[in-house]
């Protein structure tokens, strides 16, 4: 049993973590982009976590370069002069950007309820529009819309080694809330063909993890 929706914005930015000044993006969203949108949606950490199994781009890639205006430092508890650590840092973005994910959601061991309710409340917040809160496209600033897919729409005739890619930067087995974030990240080759991301389970062999 697999969720399918559609998801689109103006502006995206999957950012590389080896970009660490000036952000660069992606071509194409990382699974752990896709599951903060599903999460955004519905999420129940101690009950499941979310699988993606397949990225379908909708729209050809078109990027855009800007300059945005932010911070030095950290925020901490001590106030910060933002006119003292402004900073001005390239972006280079994605714009008009569509896709199609195909997810699983995937019960914690824990977990003894019915996994068809999990489907169907799924399914019925997507059809609604409803979301915890507003899902972003990688900077909270570009929004996120998403709605159920029909599956009409063509994924792009365009193919590209991606090399190895951020898969996710937790253990997704992991759902204990800490106070201090514990970082596990993992990443995998991806190759886009035919506009079609494929993406591996976590627990196989393709995901490569600390």
């Given amino acids: 049993m697999d969720i399918v929706l559609e998801f689109w914005g103006d502006f995206a930015c ?22 903060g949108v599903l999460s955004a949606i519905y999420s129940k950490p101690t009950e499941f976590y979310w ?26 508890k001590s106030p910060i002069l933002v006119e003292n650590e402004r900073t001005q840092r390239q972006t280079v973005a994605l714009k008009d950007v569509h896709y199609r994910v195909t997810a699983t959601i995937v019960k914690r061991e824990s977990f003894a309820g019915n996994l068809i309710q999990l489907y169907e409340q799924a399914n019925r917040r997507i059809k609604s529009g409803k979301c915890f809160f507003q899902p972003y496209l990688g900077c909270r600033e ?8 029909d599956g009409s ?19 997704l087995h992991s759902y204990v809330v800490d106070t201090k974030a514990n970082p596990n990240v ?3 080759h991806a190759q886009l ?16 993890k600390p």
């Fill in 14 to 35: 999957f950012t590389r973590p080896e970009a660490k000044v000036e952000r660069l993006t992606y071509p194409v969203p990382t699974p752990s982009a896709v599951r």
């Fill in 51 to 76: 699988q993606i199994n397949k990225i379908e781009v909708l729209k050809p890639l078109r990027y855009i370069t800007f300059k945005r205006n932010e911070i030095k430092k950290i925020i901490s």
């Fill in 142 to 149: 570009f929004v996120c819309y998403f709605g159920v897919s």
């Fill in 153 to 171: 729409k063509k994924p792009i005739d365009f193919d590209l080694d991606l090399g190895y890619m951020l898969y996710d930067v937790f253990d």
């Fill in 186 to 188: 993992s990443v995998f």
């Fill in 193 to 208: 063909q035919q506009g079609v991301l494929c993406v591996p389970d976590y627990d196989s062999g393709k995901v490569l």
